[in-house]
Each structure stands twice: as C-alpha cells, then as structure tokens.
C-alpha cells in the first residue's frame, strides 16, 4: 500500500465526519455480533450456523472500530486534554456510567427472574463494585484502562515521528496481534516460561487499537486496497471460525476475537475505507446523530434484545440471513428513540449516556 511520507493537511471540520462514520458503523456491529450470537449455538455447518457466522463475521471489528475512533479523537495533539479534565470529566463520566447501568442491569435481571429480595440486593450490590457486570459493559473497563493511559499515549502522538509510531504499532501487532493468534497452534504451544508471556493480553493490547487508529487518521491514502484488506480480514475470520468450529464440533471462537489477525485487518480495511467514501450532507446528518447516539445505544440495547427474545423475536424467529440484519435495525431504532429521550434528561446526556 502506497503511504505518504507526510501527514495529510486539512481543515478541522466542526465535527470529524470519519470518526462519525466509523462509530455508525461500529454501533451497527455490535447490534449484529450480539444478535447473530444467539444462532451460533446450533449445528455446526447448517444453513441457520452459517448465517449467523456471516453477520457476526463481518461485524467483528465492532470493538476495535470504537477504540480506533477513540484514538483518533483524543489522541490529537491540537485537542486540550489536561490531566485535571481527563479525571474531572472523561474518566468519571466513564465511572458514572458505568455503575448506573450496571446497576440497572442488575435490577432488569432481578425483575425479569422475580427474585428482588433484600438478599439478592445486597449480593447486586457487592457484584457491581466487583465489576462483575453486565457481560457488554467489558468495554466500559477497558476505557477505563485506555484513559489512565491517555498522557502517555497522548505523548507518543504528540512527539513521536511517523516511523516511530509505525515501530510501536509493528511491536504492538506483533505481541498483542499476531501472538494471540498463533499461540494455541503448533509449534507455538511448545512455548514455556517468559516467552509464553510475551503475549499482550486483550485488554492492555486495545490501547494499541487507538495508537492505530490516530495513525490512521494523519498518515492514510485513499487506495483500492482497503476493500482488500477488509476483505482478507473477513476471509481469515470467517475461514478459520468455520474450520475450526468443525474440528471441534462446537462454535470455536478464537478466530472471533478482537485481538485476532483477521478481526484486525477487517478494522484496517474498514476504517480506511470510512476514511476514502464520499457522505452526502443528508447522510453526513444521519451519521452524526446515529455518532452520537452510539453510545446510548450500545449500553441500552441489551435491554430490547432481551425483551424481543422474550416475545419470540430473535436470530432464530425466520432464516438468520434475513431475521440478524432485520432485528439489529431494530435495535438500532429503539437504542436512537432512548437517546432522544434521555438525552432531554437534565445531567443525563453529560453522565450517563
């Protein structure tokens, strides 16, 4: 892939239309990967099995898209982001949000299940501040981890060339990438000791998401070799989920995870191509406020699945190729309609949401 050698010159517009894309898209995914997650259950190789690994194969860079965007945003050297207003106002409207919707979480499950008793409370209780959550929430603590990293990270964009960066991001896809991949087959499993640990765990290795995503964002071509891209990071997703699922008889979800090769490349492809397409202004309109909205949606929509599975709508309600796409919009639309309503709410919107 052809790269410049120089970062890429533009006016700032009022809000980043790439990021707004990217977090539409990224919100989208998600929606899919958590309802095509109820058909993968099934038999492995049936018509329902497959389907459902195509939508949640090519919504798979959900997560790192989010951190990608995040990267992209916070780690601009021309944003002003002190130490004082990291901690005064992103991390603890993180906090915030994180135990209310925990908490409301536990309480939805305690109605659902008819067990709100005192006792069940008080064990709520301890769970949540155990960070024992919601399963979605997971996000939420990685964030927490990706903003006290921030003034490091914020350091190396700030001050570090482009080949230094590109060093960091080699060493990261490398450890955090690469190694996770490879290390359940042979002749890697022969690893012992320090070497075995080499491996970055997912958690620390998504704040190298967001190093690669501020990469992106200054040193990009438009290409053609982003559709490959995303192309070969779905194939190996995909591939290799199937082909190993049919070794094991049962869903294998190594090829699925964010810290994958191919979910990686997927990311790549896509975000570069987010970079490359042309918005209307009527869609650009669309994009933001679905941008704005994602958050809202993504700790929300939870709540819908569950209920519509309750009422019998699900992956498994009508061929999956058709019922996953049909049932995210869906969700999509109830998670906008909550975000329009609490975002009325006075200290909500800048809080919780």
Known sequence: M?????????PTPTRNQTVDLV?????????????????LGGEVGSAEWISCLFWGSVSRAAVPLFLMASGALLLDPARDLTLKKLYTKNFL?????????????????????????????????????????EEHLYYLHIMLLVYAFLPATRLVAAHAGRRQIEYLLGLWFLLGILYPTVKPFWPFTLLVG??????????????GYTLLGHYLSVYYTHSRQWIWTAMAGFLLTFGGTWAASEVAGKLDPHFLEGMGVGVCLLAVGIYGLCQSVFVSERAEQALAYISKASFCVFLTHIFFLKTF?????????????????????????????????????????????
């Open 2 to 10: 052809k790269r410049e050698s120089t970062p890429v010159a533009a």
């Open 93 to 133: 409207r993180l906090v915030a949000a994180l135990l209310f919707w925990a908490v409301c979480y536990k309480v939805f499950h305690l109605l659902v299940w008819g067990q709100m008793t005192v006792s069940a409370l008080v064990q709520a209780a301890k769970e949540i501040f155990l960070f024992r959550h």
């Open 23 to 39: 977090k539409a898209v990224a919100i989208a995914s998600v929606l899919l990967i958590h309802v095509s997650a109820g058909g």
């Open 194 to 207: 320090i070497p075995a640990q080499w491996l970055m765990n997912m958690t620390y290795a998504s704040i």
């Open 309 to 353: 599975a309750c009422i019998g709508l699900s992956a498994q309600a009508g061929p999956a190729v058709f019922t996953v796409p049909l049932l995210s919009a869906l969700l999509l639309g109830c998670g906008c309609a909550a975000y329009a309503v609490l975002s009325r709410i006075p200290g909500v919107r800048r809080w919780l949401i």
